[in-house]
T-cell receptor, first 113, second 113 residues
Framework: RKEVEQDPGPFNVPEGATVAFNCTYS??????FFWYRQDCRKEPKLLMS???SGNEDGRFTAQLNRASQYISLLIRDSKLSDSATYLC??????????????FGSGTQLTVLP | ETGVTQSPTHLIKTRGQQVTLRCSSQ?????VSWYQQALGQGPQFIFQ???????GRGNFPPRFSGLQFPNYSSELNVNALELDDSALYLC????????????FGQGTRLTVV
């Protein structure tokens, strides 16, 4: 079983749609949680951090449920420019004092005109 | 832009050769992590360097090695290249131990033939 699991997609949605991505993680000692966005053949870029209280940034809302070890990302009123791969990322202490980031395989989103 | 730069951007090597990839971290960041991203997968943690010492390692063989310099720039060395080493190699800089999110360079795309 992978440490971080995501719906692989692809998700093809029309402009203006609401789309939700889900992610589960297996390491209960995980301490930090993020969503990254990766455009085709580019590097991942931080979309938002995820907190237990939930957080919102414009059209994007992220939720964390530590008890269920579940993370979600909701995109409202999707735009063509939202087309990308969305990576669920979990941070946990590993050997030494490093906080290793573990990435899911990503969920591909295509927003259609 | 993150301020993290990697070189070269693209590289083609022959199986059995050795390769060195370079990364300059963002100003103020003393931690550098390296990731390997195969096509269609999320980035996989290779190792992390903090203040010139290895500070955590993922599930990669010893032929993957690294260095961090006093200015916090870093190198990834891969010996005895195999075809499966073909991937996007990402460098990410952050604060101590990766407490917060990582900031990625644009990556080096390595092709082993």
């Amino acid at each position: 079983r992978k440490e971080v699991e995501q719906d692989p997609g692809p998700f093809n949605v029309p402009e203006g749609a609401t789309v939700a991505f889900n992610c589960t993680y297996s390491n209960s000692a995980s301490q930090s949680f993020f969503w990254y966005r990766q455009d085709c053949r580019k590097e991942p870029k931080l979309l938002m951090s995820v907190y237990s209280s939930g957080n919102e940034d414009g059209r994007f809302t992220a939720q964390l449920n530590r008890a269920s070890q579940y993370i979600s990302l909701l995109i409202r009123d999707s735009k063509l420019s939202d087309s990308a791969t969305y990576l669920c990322v979990v941070g946990a202490a590993r050997s030494g004092s490093a906080r290793q980031l573990t990435f899911g395989s990503g969920t591909q989103l295509t927003v259609l005109p | 832009e993150t301020g993290v730069t990697q070189s070269p951007t693209h590289l083609i090597k022959t199986r059995g050769q050795q390769v060195t990839l370079r990364c300059s971290s963002q100003s103020g960041h003393n931690t550098v992590s390296w990731y390997q991203q195969a096509l269609g997968q999320g980035p996989q943690f290779i190792f992390q360097y903090y203040r010139e010492e290895e500070n955590g390692r993922g599930n990669f063989p010893p032929r993957f090695s690294g260095l961090q310099f006093p200015n916090y720039s870093s190198e990834l060395n891969v010996n005895a290249l195999e075809l499966d080493d073909s991937a996007l190699y990402l460098c990410a800089s952050g604060d101590r131990g990766g407490e917060r999110e990582a900031f990625f360079g644009q990556g080096t795309r390595l092709t082993v033939v």
